[in-house]
């Protein structure tokens, strides 16, 4: 059976996303949804009491916005953890993580995977298209999951957890066990046979890159790491060094930005601005 473990921001999750899993799992589940309308959890501490609610022996953790364009995905699961070493299965990840401590793992290495990527922007218009690298066509390592569809065997649980020790947001969860369940000596996969509609995207804020330096500071004696790639010395210090030449640029427009003289300059632009608008205008 599969648990499919969501923490909501509601007492429960939408009635379309419910509809939507009934129809197209194709196998035995339960829904455990954690009510975080109170904001009582962070996405750790959310996950870990569905663990202790869950009764299946595959746990899907996904986002509540969310939705399946795949039939019988719960088969097509099923079906991969007969591999006794796959611990966790996704559907977008990358193979490289990089020990920068800037650096997001979309940054480390391009994403692999397939995904229909939705937004709403400030007109509350929704729109969506088809993200894919074109690469994958069968089960392909990787070395982290996006956690908007993490999915993992139940029993790694007696090993590992979600690390609300260490991590108190809603960041990093992703990466973070990730990590954990290939230091098991477990893969950790995507599939491009399961694809999944995500509503939303991330963001990326102070709290973010302030998790993101916890997580590198816990896993740095195994960093960088990589999983599905074929890499030699020479390939992983390019690869470092550019990551860090990019992160070194990012700190110098950073200091720039917050810079007197930059911020007297923009001050001292508006009016030219203003007056362009005015005389330029159609």
């Not at 097509?76 to 997001?104: C, F, H, N, P, R």
């Not at 509350?124 to 070395?143: M, N, P, Q, R």
């Not at 640029?249 to 930059?262: C, F, K, R």
Request: glycine share 6%.
């Amino acid at each position: 059976m599969i648990s499919i473990i969501i923490c909501s921001r509601k007492a429960n999750i939408p009635k379309e996303l419910k509809e939507n899993i009934a129809s197209t799992i194709g196998c035995e589940y339960e829904l455990c949804v954690i009510d975080n309308s109170r904001n009582e959890y962070n996405i750790f501490s959310a996950y870990n009491e569905g663990i202790r609610r869950a009764k299946g022996d595959i746990l899907c953790f996904m986002h509540e916005d969310v939705l399946f364009h795949s039939e019988n995905f719960g088969k097509i699961l099923e079906q991969i953890y007969l591999q006794k070493d796959i611990g966790a299965v996704g559907i977008v990840g990358a193979q490289y993580m990089t020990k920068v401590s800037s650096a997001a793992w979309w940054e480390s290495s391009p994403a692999s995977g397939c995904i229909i990527q939705g937004q709403t922007d400030s007109n509350g218009i929704y729109k969506a298209h088809l993200e894919s690298d074109g690469k994958v066509e069968k089960i392909t390592d990787v070395v982290v999951l996006d956690g908007c569809f993490i999915t993992i065997r139940a029993n790694l649980f007696k090993k590992i957890k979600w690390d609300d020790d260490t991590f108190d947001s809603f960041h990093m969860y992703d990466m973070d066990i990730c990590m954990q369940i290939i230091h098991e000596g477990y893969r950790v996969c995507i599939t491009p046979d399961i694809l999944i509609e995500h509503k939303s995207l991330g963001t990326l804020n102070s709290s973010y890159y302030e998790s993101l330096r916890t997580l590198k500071e816990k896993w740095q004696k195994q960093l960088p790491i990589y999983r599905g790639l074929t890499l030699n010395a020479k390939d992983i210090e390019w690869r470092e060094n550019l990551l860090k030449t990019v992160e070194l640029q990012q700190v110098q427009l950073s200091q720039i930005e917050n810079s007197h003289a930059y911020r007297l300059g923009t001050q001292i632009l508006k009016p030219i601005k203003f007056l362009k608008r005015i005389l330029f205008r159609k």
